[in-house]
């Protein structure tokens, strides 16, 4: 009896440290695919901060800028599975498969998804000054003046464009779809009536809808944004099906073990449940929303079926 406890408790011990509780040993770099500042960027350097007390090791945000964020996808696809490389990925890996005529890595078979960080929803603005009070009013001018009114976003085949598209779609708006190079010009374009309405962010919106340049119509989550509660979503606007949001995950190389992205999956939760990180995201238009691994991929599965329908219908060409 005594022997077979021994034989247990060795064999016990001779297990990899893996198949334990995993603690990182060094550093852990966390690759965004953008410059720093932008939503994305706010966020991982929020979370990234909380998870470097909680795990023990910095988590250091890199940012590897490149179109569409392949750049950082490759590091990462290409990294040792250990926990030690992370990515902050986005609804680019929903889009990418359909838009590019070829990618060095896939962008499911390549990674181990950890969790969904943080959704934010979009909105559809206007010029203050515009005659548009709702999005119903928008539609109804649309249609009653085909081919007089056009909508803008940033860049064809972003997140915001294939929103617009599937806004056109459903809705039944005849109009012209606009892209600009920025933000920036994106919105200065709609404050001075250069685009009847444009798809944006609603974190990059807020400074000149309080400001009073802008004028919010809609928000495209399920629910109304906890920043801007006067403002209706899409669906109660009169296209009920219709719910799009951006969002951000954590995601490692594949064959990442369990015990690792259970680890981390688990630390991300307990950051985003934490009342000062709440509070800080939800005044810039960000929702927690640390699911883990397995909504991550059903998040990024139908997001890939969705937007490739809608890909296939603008007849957006590959790149």
């Not at 990462?76 to 990925?89: E, I, M, S």
């Not at 979009?122 to 709702?134: G, K, L, T």
Request: net charge neutral.
């Amino acid at each position: 009896m005594r022997r077979a406890l021994l034989a247990c408790l060795l064999a016990f011990a001779a297990l990899p440290a893996v198949a334990q509780e995993w603690t990182p040993n060094r550093p852990i770099r966390w690759i965004v695919g953008f410059a720093p500042g932008g939503v994305g960027d706010t966020t991982a350097r929020l979370v990234g901060a909380k998870l470097s007390d909680r795990l023990g090791q910095p988590v250091v945000i890199e940012n590897r800028p490149s179109a569409g964020g392949i750049l950082a996808s490759e590091t990462v696809a290409r990294a040792a599975p250990d926990g030690h490389t992370l990515l902050l990925v986005t609804a680019t890996a929903a889009t990418a498969p359909h838009l590019m005529r070829s990618m060095p890595y896939d962008p499911i078979k390549d990674f181990t998804f950890v969790t969904q960080v943080a959704s934010f929803p979009h909105v559809i603005v206007v010029a203050a000054n515009a005659p548009y009070r709702s999005l119903q009013d928008l539609i109804a001018g649309a249609r009653a003046n085909p081919g007089r009114i056009n909508m803008g976003s940033v860049a064809v085949g972003t997140a915001l464009h294939l929103s617009l598209e599937l806004l056109k779609s459903m809705g039944n708006i005849p109009a012209e779809i606009v892209t600009y190079r920025s933000t920036g010009d994106l919105l200065n374009a709609t404050a001075t009536g250069d685009v009847t309405a444009a798809m944006e962010v609603a974190a990059t919106t807020l400074g000149q809808i309080s400001g009073g340049r802008l004028r919010a119509l809609a928000v495209t989550s399920a629910t109304r944004a906890t920043v801007l509660p006067e403002v209706p979503t899409v669906a109660e606007s009169g296209l009920p099906d219709y719910r799009v949001i951006t969002w951000n995950g954590m995601a490692g190389p594949a064959n990442m073990p369990r015990p690792i992205v259970d680890r981390l999956a688990a630390e991300v939760r307990t950051v985003m449940a934490m009342p000062e990180v709440r509070d800080r995201l939800v005044a810039l238009a960000v929702e927690p929303a640390a699911h883990g691994p397995e909504a991550m991929l059903a998040l990024i599965n139908a997001d890939t079926e969705l937007w490739g329908r809608v890909i296939r219908a603008a007849n957006i060409p590959r790149q």
